[in-house]
């Protein structure tokens, strides 16, 4: 609050007093809300792999006939689940793909940034 009035009343000096000390309070606050990761964590989330790849096969299926509808489906039953974070970042970035209909690129996306074991 101090902050908003001090930027309406145009008072620099007290923006650059109180900032630093506002920043370190956000860094604090996102510090302690960030899930916090173990060793191992990455892939024990990823156990149902079959499911997972049953899953982008279609997507990238789905793409292949330009239909984004049938993909944004299947993403978000991907969604339902919780997932690494590199799995989830995958599925942002497929999301966004989506949202500008670059088909072509997702399956590249899929064996790009996702290894599968061997199945």
Same mark, same amino acid.
């Given at each position: &609050?101090?902050?908003?009035? /001090?930027?309406?009343?145009?008072?620099?000096?007290?923006?650059?007093?109180?900032?630093?000390?506002?920043? *370190?309070?956000? $860094?604090?606050? %996102? *510090?302690?809300?960030?899930?916090? *990761? #173990?060793?191992?964590?990455?892939? =024990?989330? +990823?156990? +149902? #792999?079959?499911?997972?790849? *049953? &899953?982008?096969?279609?997507? /990238? +299926?789905?793409?292949?006939?330009? +239909?984004?509808?049938? =993909?944004?489906?299947?993403?978000? $039953?991907?969604?339902?689940?919780?997932?690494? $974070? $590199? #799995?989830?970042?995958?599925?942002?970035?497929?999301?966004?793909?989506?949202?500008? @209909?670059?088909?072509?690129? %997702?399956?590249?996306? %899929?064996?790009?940034?996702? @290894?599968?074991?061997? =199945?």
């Amino acid at each position: &609050m101090k902050l908003e009035s /001090a930027a309406r009343a145009g008072d620099q000096p007290t923006l650059i007093t109180e900032t630093p000390a506002f920043l *370190e309070s956000l $860094r604090e606050l %996102i *510090e302690t809300l960030t899930p916090k *990761e #173990t060793p191992g964590d990455e892939e =024990a989330i +990823d156990d +149902d #792999t079959v499911f997972l790849r *049953e &899953m982008l096969d279609e997507i /990238a +299926d789905a793409c292949a006939l330009y +239909d984004g509808s049938r =993909a944004k489906k299947t993403l978000a $039953r991907l969604r339902e689940k919780t997932w690494s $974070r $590199r #799995t989830t970042e995958l599925l942002n970035t497929i999301a966004e793909q989506l949202l500008h @209909s670059d088909f072509e690129i %997702i399956a590249d996306s %899929i064996a790009t940034h996702f @290894s599968f074991p061997p =199945a």
